[in-house]
């Protein structure tokens, strides 16, 4: 089996040759460990799409997560001048006085000429928003919102071509060899990242109703870049809802503000033909049927504790016939600070665990930080192919 057939079949719970492995990086990982320049990683379709293949292929993984959108190839029309400095980092100067510091080790940091601000609620219209790339306000920026208009109904003009230019070049490369996974943000993500954290969750509690609107609003625009992602192609559709859990929310809030929404998302995407999963961070342990029941075909991260609450026999016991699974190693206690042969250990504990009645990929729980050592991650198709073959 290739990467394609053994994460395909690992999704629907079939047996496989051995079990897929397939671990989301972060940027700083990328960049600590590929010859791609920080701008270059961050700005250009191709300069993200090389990174994610060269170290796909290092690591011997069975997928690839496309998890920036693509990027105009005339972006450098936006910009004033770029700044190398000896760290290996970059500053890029746009020509509206905005400023991006691009660290060599890390995500983007991005300066509004004139200063971060956020909206109140009331200054919101539910009618004029669609999707909002949720790191367009403050600190990371995806990378700009040039050419992207304010949302007033014309679906048409919403998406421009090269958001899907990533996707088109790893596809063009490794499709059909590897799984190639995108990446949608959830409607309550997004929400969090209009109001920020704490006023976002004030909202909950004193504006529901407005909440809900916006909420819908912002489904709509997620399921609708979910089907243009899937129609170009992808193999799977991963919903980024990081804050959905029980660090933040409860499990009642769960279900009014977040299962109506995504179950509109995977809804939608279903129908294309094609899967979808969602990633959620850290304690969701208390949500596994609630998250099951937005009709997913699988769950990411999984973290255990101390990161988070999930132990993987306790999920595969309550909602793995249902579900498949994606992750539950430990990416900082693990995978950072363990030697090779702790990380192979816990990595053949977990295939034991995850891969009862199939529907398991062997993956880091959360992404993999910048500095974790490569060998760490290289031993995972090692233990693997030395566990052998599921169902």
Request: aromatic share 10%; with cysteine; net charge negative.
């Amino acid at each position: 089996m290739n990467g394609t057939e053994r994460i395909r079949r690992a999704i629907r719970r079939e047996s496989v040759d051995r079990v897929p492995v397939m671990c989301q990086l972060s940027i700083g990982h990328y960049l600590l460990n590929t010859d791609v320049r920080p701008a270059e990683l961050w700005f250009t379709s191709e300069g993200f799409a090389r990174a994610l293949i060269t170290l796909a292929r290092r690591y011997r993984f069975d997928g690839i997560l496309i998890n920036l959108p693509g990027r105009d190839p005339e972006w450098m029309r936006w910009v004033k001048r770029i700044e190398d400095h000896a760290d290996g980092s970059q500053t890029v100067h746009f020509v509206n006085g905005d400023v991006a510091q691009c660290p060599a080790d890390d995500n983007v940091q991005h300066f509004p000429a004139g200063g971060p601000r956020r909206p109140t609620i009331d200054e919101v219209d539910p009618d004029e928003i669609y999707y909002d790339d949720p790191h367009a306000l403050g600190g990371l920026k995806y990378p700009y919102y040039f050419g992207l208009e304010p949302y007033r109904g014309d679906r048409a003009r919403w998406w421009p071509d090269y958001m899907f230019r990533t996707i088109d070049l790893v596809l063009a490369e490794v499709g059909g060899e590897l799984s190639v996974h995108s990446e949608i943000f959830s409607p309550f993500t997004q929400l969090m990242e209009l109001f920020g954290y704490e006023q976002g969750l004030m909202y909950l509690i004193d504006e529901p109703d407005k909440c809900r609107a916006i909420l819908a609003a912002y489904a709509e625009g997620a399921a609708d870049l979910g089907v243009q992602q899937a129609r170009r192609g992808v193999d799977a559709v991963l919903i980024s809802s990081a804050f959905a859990g029980g660090g933040f929310i409860s499990p009642r809030q769960y279900r009014a503000f977040v299962l109506p929404y995504e179950a509109e998302v995977v809804r939608r995407i279903r129908a294309e033909g094609v899967p979808v999963y969602t990633h959620t961070c850290g304690d969701i342990g208390d949500r596994l049927e609630l998250m099951a029941e937005t009709g997913i075909d699988g769950i990411d991260t999984l973290d255990p504790p101390p990161l988070g609450s999930v132990d993987l026999e306790d999920a595969k016991r309550r909602v793995g016939d249902r579900v498949f699974f994606k992750g539950n190693i430990d990416p900082v206690n693990t995978l950072l600070r363990k030697s090779r042969e702790e990380v192979r250990q816990d990595a053949l504990h977990r295939l034991a665990v995850g891969s009862r009645g199939g529907g398991y990929i062997l993956s880091s729980a959360c992404s993999v930080s910048p500095r974790v050592p490569p060998e760490n991650l290289t031993v995972l198709a090692e233990a693997s192919e030395a566990f052998g073959p599921v169902g």
